[in-house]
């Protein structure tokens, strides 16, 4: 029942969000475990960039969350991309997928 839900959310707001060359768009999955972050071109259908936090060290979710953020801007920032279109892929924006948002805006992303 919560993944049709969180699914149901996610597909009304892929109407809506749409990744670009210029403006990729920034894509959050959360498991109970992990976090994994993805910047897509949905014109082209590649993946630019992606994040995870498999293989940091055991540290508080929230604090992992938002290193995972810092490090996908850091890539991002490499292939010259600025300004992205936040996905949060029907979670709700507190916790963990807050503190990569933070991480990703302090990097020196814009969304």
């Not at 894509?27 to 936090?53: P, Y």
Request: aromatic share 6%; hydrophobic share 35%.
């Amino acid at each position: 029942m919560k993944r049709e839900s969180r699914t149901r959310k996610h597909s009304k707001i892929r109407q809506r969000i749409i990744g670009t060359p210029e403006r990729p768009r920034l894509s959050v999955f959360r498991s109970s475990q992990h976090i994994f972050a993805q910047l897509i071109d949905d014109k082209a259908g590649k993946t630019l960039a992606e994040a995870s936090d498999l293989k940091m060290t055991k540290e508080q979710k929230n604090k992992k969350a938002h290193e995972v953020g810092r490090q996908l801007a850091a890539k991002a920032l490499k292939l010259k991309i600025k300004k992205v279109v936040f996905d949060r892929g029907g979670f709700l924006y507190t916790g963990r997928v807050e503190s990569l948002a933070k991480g990703a805006r302090e990097g020196g992303l814009e969304f």
